[in-house]
């Protein structure tokens, strides 16, 4: 079986492992940066359950909406790869 996996045309090939790969390395890095840019918030590894278990009034308004805009960009570059 293991043979099969990382035949070339195997759709769980080097390819798409690597691809994944990179995809948690560039989540993970992304992560990080708003991690340090936040270093007082509670981030878990899921984005969007940040923004989900988000409760809107927790803090002053320009701060709810800095570290929103801040989670949602952080989603949206993983997303876009970059």
Do not use: W
């Not at 195997?10 to 993970?28: F, I, N, V, Y």
């Amino acid at each position: 079986m293991f043979a099969l996996r990382n035949h070339p045309r195997s759709p769980l090939g080097p390819r798409r492992r690597s691809a994944e790969a990179d995809r948690e390395a560039l989540a993970a890095r992304v992560c990080a940066e708003l991690a340090d840019a936040l270093p007082d918030e509670d981030l878990t590894q899921d984005l969007d359950d940040c923004l989900d278990r988000y409760e809107l009034g927790s803090k002053p308004r320009c701060e709810e909406v800095e570290y929103l805009e801040m989670v949602q960009d952080a989603i949206d570059r993983i997303e876009r790869g970059c």
